[in-house]
């Protein structure tokens, strides 16, 4: 996936750092200024993702300068939680990190989210690099500076706000990515296009699940989705107003996810089946046209995104959705579509459409 490196520049609040998307481009990255800037850094690192590719991160952490700690994080979502990361923040110190030192995360969302968290709160807050290896990390997570672990009760409940000092998202690992990981990212690009993104969908319109890999085009998909994500950050790094649309299929897709402990259905899925079921909320309220509506259910059809279907227990799913924290004053509320590009926050939905709507979308 080779190419020129592109470079965007994301600002939020205070903070100014750089995405950088390229391929081969982590050593380059991780050298120089970058590690002369910080006594010691600790690498959490997704042990499948270092698996697969442990002789590139070895020597691109080699590069002069670094001094390092590897620390493997186990895999899968139910390892992003409150204990686990009581367990790496004492590693941190047992290894002699202080104000000076910083964390570098290599892998998909789950170990940035992780990494971030643990950098966020050790020492009050130390500097997160972030080196995002899977399409969905790339074109979300690893951009706006939200970082959390999980409750039983939910997801991403304990979590603070500390945006990176850097984000390298290194297309060299999109070449070991699972099919199914590729779906994750595909289906997180596509919220940007229905939100306002106004590339993406017919990007994705245009091309498949063979073609969109190429190295222009995915490079193309990724550098899209940062430059917007991090011009909605700029303007609401704390999720007053604005930052909300990007929520657009996570209440359901969280709710599923949770309602589910986290296995037998990917993120992606999940979101894909949140975004599916607000389309056709908004459908049969009358803001979003068939047309619109179909636009976006082909492109999740053509790129197999949704979770196959089954019994989903829609009661249980409902019961999730009230441990999200977007709710307020006992309301649920959802960002729902008035027309492509044009999201509406702090929607209200009847119970009765919402179960009648996941019982034909899921079931």
């Not at 941190?92 to 170990?111: D, P, Q, W």
Request: charged share 25%; aromatic share 6%; proline share 3%.
């Amino acid at each position: 996936m080779a190419g020129m490196t592109r470079v965007i520049t994301a600002t939020a609040g205070s903070a100014a750092y750089r995405i950088m998307i390229g391929a081969s481009i982590l050593r380059e990255a991780l050298g120089g200024e970058t590690a002369a800037s910080f006594e010691s850094l600790a690498v959490v690192v997704n042990s499948r993702v270092y698996g697969l590719n442990r002789e590139y991160i070895d020597e691109s952490l080699a590069a002069p300068g670094n001094r390092c700690r590897l620390m493997l994080m186990d895999d899968g979502e139910e390892s992003k939680n409150y204990a686990y990361a009581g367990r790496f923040l004492e590693q941190f110190l047992e290894s002699g990190m202080n104000r000076k030192s910083a964390v570098i995360g290599i892998g998909g969302g789950v170990t940035g989210d992780f990494a971030g968290y643990c950098a966020g709160v050790f020492m009050r807050g130390i500097p997160v690099i972030h080196v995002p290896t899977t399409l969905l990390a790339m074109v979300d997570s690893s951009i706006g500076g939200k970082a959390a672990v999980n409750l039983t009760a939910g997801k991403n409940i304990v979590g603070v706000f500390h945006q990176p000092a850097l984000v390298v998202s290194d297309t060299q690992f999109l070449s070991t990515l699972p099919e199914r990981e590729l779906g994750n990212g595909l289906a997180e690009a596509l919220k940007h296009g229905c939100i306002g993104e106004e590339r993406t969908l017919p990007l994705l319109e245009e091309n498949d699940r063979e073609s969109i890999k190429a190295p222009d085009r995915v490079t193309e998909l990724v550098s899209l989705s940062a430059a917007f994500k991090s011009r909605i950050v700029r303007e609401d790094e704390r999720e007053r107003n604005l930052r909300a649309i990007l929520n657009f299929g996570h209440t359901v897709g969280h709710a599923i996810e949770s309602s589910l402990s986290y296995h037998g259905i990917t993120h992606g899925e999940a979101v894909a089946a949140g975004m599916r079921v607000k389309v056709e909320i908004a459908r049969r309220m009358g803001i979003l046209s068939d047309d619109e509506a179909g636009r976006v259910a082909r492109v999740i059809e053509r790129y197999g995104l949704m979770p196959p279907r089954r019994p989903f227990d829609i009661d249980l799913i409902m019961e999730h959705m009230k441990y999200d924290k977007k709710n307020f004053g006992g309301a649920i509320n959802f960002v729902l579509l008035r027309g492509l590009g044009n999201p509406i926050i702090n929607q209200q939905v009847p119970g009765g459409l919402m179960k009648e709507v996941m019982a034909d979308v899921l079931c």
